[in-house]
Nanobody
Framework: QMQLVESGGGVVQAGGSLRLTCTGS????????VGWFRQSPGQERDLVAI????????HVADSVKGRFTISRDNAEGKVFLQMNSLTPGDTAVYSC??????????????????WGKGTLVTVSS
């Protein structure tokens, strides 16, 4: 089993920045593609960004493109989500997921084997 723990959430004013960290333990995170997802009350969980196991491929949702960046440090077993120019619409619980997806293609982006419990991001206007 792998345990994923998210950190870095909190309250920030609109226009501000936060950096989320997903830390894996139990199994080496470097073997997994890792995605950041977010969910607001009453909404479905949506993909924000995903990165391949090696870090050479990334996909960022159109809604956050140009503002959010995903990266990873396999030596440390961490994946990061840098969030800039935050708006109240970004308020959600952000979770990371890790998966051994066969191809880095959209139909596999939600096929995560392990999930963290999430961290709350609140953007005030």
């Amino acid at each position: 089993q792998m345990q994923l723990v998210e950190s870095g959430g909190g309250v920030v004013q609109a226009g501000g920045s936060l950096r989320l960290t997903c830390t894996g333990s139990g199994r080496p995170l470097r073997y997994y593609a890792v995605g950041w997802f977010r969910q607001s009350p009453g909404q479905e969980r949506d993909l924000v960004a995903i990165i391949s196991w090696s870090g050479d491929k990334t996909h960022v949702a159109d809604s956050v493109k140009g503002r959010f960046t995903i990266s990873r440090d396999n030596a440390e077993g961490k994946v990061f989500l840098q969030m800039n120019s935050l708006t109240p619409g970004d308020t959600a619980v952000y979770s990371c997921g890790a998966g051994t997806i066969p191809y880095f293609e959209p139909q596999y982006y939600y096929d995560m084997n392990f999930w963290g419990k999430g961290t709350l991001v609140t953007v005030s206007s």
